[in-house]
Structures are given as C-alpha cells and as structure tokens.
C-alpha cells in the first residue's frame, strides 16, 4: 500500500520489518539515498530477469558489498546482512518491498524459496 509517494506505516509485517530494517537506509518511499544508498524503485525489473527472486533473497540474506549499478549510477555502500530475519520475515519484507515501492506484479517469494536460499 502506498500513501503519498510514502510506505504505509504499521499494517503488514513486511510493512513493519521494512520500517525497522530498510527504511533507515532505503528511506521510507524506497527512494535510498543518491550517491550513497541505492533506490528500491527498479526491483521489479530485477525479479524479471532469471533468477531475479533469489537474488534479491540472497541480497537481504548474506549483504551487498560489491560495487552495484542501479539505474546508471554506481553505488559502493555496504548493506549488511539479515540473517537473523526468519525465512517467512524475510519472504514478507520482499513481498512488500515489491508490492509498495515498484508494485511489481511479480509472482510473491515464499518462505520456502528463502529456505532453499540459506
């Protein structure tokens, strides 16, 4: 659910994991921050592509830090890892990361394919 280019605050549990996880990095409309945190606004362009969802999980699992270039412009912050998160916290902080930011239409990601991700 989107409200005023924002996240909607409280709600889902992935509504409340992004505000407690994401949101301090990304910002609260998953704009990130230019020239240092990347946008969350292309991910649906990201499950698209092979292999796109397991990526993304891998991403919240075990971190980024390799050079990462999102929409031309190169970022090299580091994102760390949310291994702590349970397979089904992390398949519903994903689900509404794209379903808010991009609303994507992407088939949701399970707790089982996040299992299969650890």
Same mark, same amino acid.
């Given at each position: 659910?989107?409200?005023?280019?924002?996240?909607?605050?409280?709600?889902?549990?992935?509504?409340?994991?992004?505000?407690?996880?994401?949101?301090?990095?990304?910002? #609260?409309? /998953?704009? /990130?921050?230019?020239? #240092?945190?990347?946008?969350?606004?292309?991910?649906?362009?990201?499950?698209?592509?092979?292999?796109?969802?397991?990526?993304? +999980?891998?991403?919240?699992?075990?971190?980024?830090?390799?050079?990462?270039?999102?929409?031309? @412009?190169?970022?090299?912050?580091?994102?760390?890892?949310?291994?702590?998160? @349970?397979?089904?916290?992390?398949?519903?902080?994903?689900?509404? +990361?794209?379903?808010? +930011?991009?609303?994507?239409?992407?088939?949701? +990601?399970?707790?089982?394919?996040? @299992?299969?991700?650890?």
């Amino acid at each position: 659910m989107v409200f005023q280019g924002r996240l909607a605050l409280g709600g889902s549990r992935g509504a409340k994991l992004y505000s407690a996880n994401c949101q301090s990095c990304h910002q #609260a409309n /998953g704009q /990130g921050v230019p020239g #240092a945190v990347p946008p969350l606004t292309h991910l649906d362009q990201v499950v698209q592509t092979k292999g796109g969802g397991e990526y993304l +999980i891998r991403v919240v699992l075990y971190g980024l830090q390799a050079p990462l270039t999102v929409q031309g @412009k190169t970022y090299s912050g580091v994102m760390p890892p949310f291994r702590q998160l @349970k397979d089904q916290e992390v398949a519903d902080l994903l689900n509404h +990361i794209l379903t808010t +930011i991009p609303k994507s239409e992407a088939k949701p +990601i399970s707790a089982e394919e996040v @299992k299969a991700q650890r």
